[in-house]
T-cell receptor
Framework: DTGVSQNPRHKITKRGQNVTFRCDPI?????LYWYRQTLGQGPEFLTY????????KSRLLSDRFSAERPKGSFSTLEIQRTEQGDSAMYLC???????????FGQGTRLTVV | AQTVTQSQPEMSVQEAETVTLSCTYD???????LFWYKQPPSRQMILVIR??????QNATENRFSVNFQKAAKSFSLKISDSQLGDAAMYFC??????????FGKGTSLLVTP
């Protein structure tokens, strides 16, 4: 399967713990995006990479959130000191340069208890 | 930020019938893309159809078509000959600054036999 892959699919963590999610985009897709989706809402943009450069960050991305994309391949999203409000589905998407179509992964569902 | 409004939280359609999902958006741009994404339960989001704003002709993809009214900033999705597999959340999306997508809250489509 050469689609966007996200791991883990589900994560349950205690409040205050740190969590890290991984996204493997479609091979050779230069652009990578992270979104957050809460119940009953559409996805909300968090951050965007072009190759290894993080070019855009939403104001939703507080200081507790950090994303990296070393070497322009896979990406990680870390949330430090998790709060109950961080419970959501975290979606990753990728697209090639020059394309308007974003390909989404199945997401990582985070539950903070 | 640009806004995308989907005024129908839920819609229902019988198999083989036609249903229209509505979407309005706000932008000051003159050239842009609009998208409809489908999110089946527990599966990843996939692109259904896209429309380029400078094209007057409405986009069509098999049973899916759009009614794009640029002046009214309206972008509705028509699904013809509805099938059980069409049951999903449908999101209208508009690219915000850069390439990040701004999604509406979604419409849940139920298809009844």
């Amino acid at each position: 399967d050469t689609g966007v892959s996200q791991n883990p699919r589900h994560k349950i963590t205690k409040r205050g713990q740190n969590v890290t999610f991984r996204c493997d985009p479609i091979s050779e897709h230069n652009r990578l995006y992270w979104y957050r989706q809460t119940l009953g809402q559409g996805p909300e943009f968090l951050t965007y990479f072009q190759n290894e450069a993080q070019l855009e960050k939403s104001r939703l991305l507080s200081d507790r959130f950090s994303a990296e994309r070393p070497k322009g391949s896979f990406s990680t999203l870390e949330i430090q000191r998790t709060e109950q409000g961080d419970s959501a589905m975290y979606l990753c998407a990728s697209s090639p340069l020059g394309s308007t179509e974003a390909f989404f992964g199945q997401g990582t569902r985070l539950t903070v208890v | 930020a640009q806004t995308v409004t989907q005024s129908q939280p839920e819609m229902s359609v019988q198999e083989a019938e036609t249903v229209t999902l509505s979407c309005t958006y706000d932008t000051s741009e003159s050239d842009y893309y609009l998208f409809w994404y489908k999110q089946p339960p527990s599966r990843q989001m996939i692109l259904v159809i896209r429309q380029e704003a400078y094209k007057q002709q409405n986009a069509t993809e098999n049973r899916f078509s759009v009614n794009f009214q640029k002046a009214a900033k309206s972008f509705s999705l028509k699904i013809s000959d509805s099938q059980l597999g069409d049951a999903a959340m449908y999101f209208c999306a508009y690219p915000d600054s850069g390439y990040a997508l701004n999604f509406g809250k979604g419409t849940s489509l139920l298809v009844t036999p």
